[in-house]
C-alpha cells in the first residue's frame, strides 16, 4: 500500500482547499482498510476518511492520517416479497453512479437524490435528501468496521437513528466506526413517482415529458440542479452550505406575519421547515462577492471558493451569514458541511 506524508489534500475536497494531510493512503476493499489501521504510520494517528470530499470544509493542515476511501461494488439480491430488489453498494462507490444503476435496472425510490456529490459512505451518515425523498426511506443496512476493534458490524436502518440530515454516526458513534457497504430496497414494479417537491412537475412539463418513468425523473431532478448550483469542477463549493432549519409553527407563524412571502413546509402539527436560502437572500447575502469567496449568485445557500480562498475566509463567512440571520429572524442555521 501506498503512503504519502504531507500530501496536499487540495484534489481531494470540492471546496478546492489546498491543505495538508500529515499521512495519505487510499483503501479499496475492508481487508485493506484493516491493514492500514494497523499500519505504524497510521495507527498512531486521528482518522479522517474522505469519499468524495463534498461535504468538507478544511481550515487548516489536518494532523491526522487520511485515508480515501475507493471501496467498489454492486450488486442486487431478490427480496422475497417478489416486489422489491435489495440492492448493496460498495461505499466508495460515487453516489450517483449508484442512483444511474438502480434506473437501469428499473428500481425505483432512490431517482430524486439524482446528482447528489458524494460517495455512497457518506450516504446515511447524514441521511442525505432531495425533493421530497431521503435516504432512510429505502434504506435497509449497513456494514462498518468498528475502528477499536478492525471487525465489521451491521446497522439496521433503526440502529442508524436517523433524523433530518442526521445518524448516530454524527452523535455518540461518531468516529467510531468507517461504513463499508450500505444495503437498500428498492421496488421493481409499480413505481410510485414522487414528483410533487420542488420545480419537478414543471420541468416535467418544459422537458415535454408525457410518460413517467425513472429515467424522466432523474433527468429533471439533474436538470434543476445543474441549473441552481455550481458545479464544483468549475467553482469551489460543497453544494448545500447549511440545514433548512425547522422551528415551532408559532415562531414561524409569528415571522410570516412580519414577513408575508417567507415560505414553510410542516413537518408536522408544530413543526415548520423554512428554507435557510430564503432566509440568507433576505439578508443580502445571494450572490456577495469577498474577495476569492463569496455566495453563489444563482443559490444563497451555496458558499463558494473561486479560486485561491482559504477555508478560514469561507468559514468566516459562514459564521457572518448564520449571525445575519439570527439578528433579523432569530433562526440558528447549522451547517450541514464538516468544517474541520
Known amino acids: 500500500m501506498k503512503i504519502q506524508r504531507q500530501a496536499s489534500l487540495q484534489p481531494y475536497n470540492t ?4 491543505a495538508k494531510a500529515a499521512v ?6 475492508v481487508q485493506e482498510l484493516q491493514e492500514l489501521l494497523q499500519h505504524p504510520e497510521v495507527k498512531p494517528l486521528p482518522l479522517l476518511i474522505l469519499g468524495g470530499g463534498s461535504n468538507v470544509l478544511l481550515t487548516q493542515d489536518v494532523q491526522a492520517a487520511v485515508l480515501l476511501n475507493r471501496i467498489k461494488g454492486l450488486s442486487r439480491q431478490e427480496d422475497p416479497d417478489g416486489t422489491h430488489v435489495l440492492v448493496t453498494a460498495g461505499s466508495g462507490e460515487t453516489w450517483h453512479d449508484l442512483v444511474l444503476y438502480t434506473i437501469e435496472q428499473d428500481l425505483g425510490g432512490i431517482e430524486n437524490l439524482s ?5 455512497v459512505g457518506a450516504a446515511p451518515l447524514q441521511n442525505i435528501g432531495a425533493y421530497g425523498v431521503e435516504l432512510k426511506d429505502t434504506f ?3 456494514e462498518a468496521l468498528e475502528i477499536a476493534t478492525g471487525q465489521l458490524v451491521s446497522f439496521s436502518k433503526e440502529q442508524c437513528g436517523f433524523g433530518y440530515r442526521e445518524s448516530v454516526f454524527k452523535k455518540e458513534a461518531k468516529g467510531n466506526y468507517i ?3 450500505v444495503t437498500l430496497r428498492l421496488t421493481r414494479d409499480a413505481h410510485q413517482y414522487n414528483t410533487s417537491y420542488g420545480a419537478i412537475q414543471d420541468t416535467l412539463a418544459q422537458q415535454q415529458v408525457k410518460e413517467l418513468s425513472l429515467k424522466a425523473i432523474s433527468a429533471a431532478v439533474c436538470h434543476i440542479r445543474r441549473s441552481k448550483l455550481p458545479d464544483p469542477a468549475k467553482i469551489g463549493n460543497a453544494g448545500s452550505f447549511f440545514k433548512n432549519p425547522e422551528i415551532p409553527k408559532e415562531q414561524f407563524d409569528a415571522l410570516k406575519a412580519q414577513h408575508p412571502s417567507l415560505p414553510g413546509y410542516p413537518v408536522s402539527g408544530d413543526v415548520v421547515k423554512v428554507p435557510a436560502g430564503w432566509l440568507i437572500e433576505q439578508c443580502g447575502w445571494k450572490g456577495k462577492v469577498l474577495g476569492k469567496h463569496g455566495v453563489h449568485k444563482d443559490q444563497a445557500l451555496v458558499l463558494v471558493n473561486y479560486g485561491g480562498a482559504t477555508g478560514n475566509e469561507v468559514k468566516e463567512l459562514a459564521y457572518a451569514v448564520i449571525q445575519s440571520v439570527q ?5 440558528a442555521l447549522t451547517p450541514e458541511v ?3
Open 15 to 18: 471546496f478546492g482547499i489546498d
Open 24 to 29: 495519505l493512503a487510499e483503501f479499496t476493499s
Open 115 to 119: 446528482l447528489i456529490p458524494g460517495t
Open 140 to 142: 435497509v443496512s449497513l
Open 179 to 181: 461504513v463499508t457497504s
Open 327 to 331: 439578528e433579523k429572524f432569530g433562526i
Open 338 to 340: 464538516n468544517i474541520i
